[in-house]
């Protein structure tokens, strides 16, 4: 899908993402500062209400993944992970794990429900509403 939103740059790289997922938070941090190329954007959804809104409207919720918008496109959950770890150039453990688990698109598809279940059990464990 084509965006309007936060990825106005063609070349940046747009990840919105729970702010008070402590997964999710330490993921896209670790993410943007071993990114080599193009702009990151990290983009907390809790204080984006009217970018979530548009996000549901196209049927991502980000309570279920988070979104990726890179050259326009939108890329939600697994296919959004997947192109990370493709993106991606990371060295260490880190990249290592990233491409084990999401180089794979059906892999990534397998892997990604029960992230997000173990952050919705993390977020309830840690008394975190999910995203309104």
Not at 32 to 38: C, D, E, G, V, Y
Not at 112 to 128: Q, V
Request: charged share 20%.
């Amino acid at each position: 899908m084509k965006s309007s939103g936060p990825d106005s740059s063609f070349g940046r790289l747009s990840i919105i993402y729970d702010g008070e997922c402590p997964f999710c938070t330490n993921f896209v941090k670790l993410y943007a500062i071993r990114k080599k190329a193009a702009e990151v954007e990290l983009i907390d959804a809790r204080v984006q209400p009217g970018l979530v809104q548009e996000l549901r409207s196209r049927g991502m919720d980000v309570n279920d993944g988070m979104v990726v918008i890179w050259r326009g496109h939108y890329h939600f959950g697994a296919a959004g992970m997947h192109l990370l770890s493709v993106l991606g150039t990371e060295p260490g453990i880190f990249g290592a794990f990233n491409r084990l688990l999401f180089r794979n698109r059906h892999v990534a598809g397998m892997i990604y429900p029960a992230l997000a279940t173990g952050r919705r059990i993390t977020l309830s464990l840690l008394r975190r509403k999910l995203i309104q």
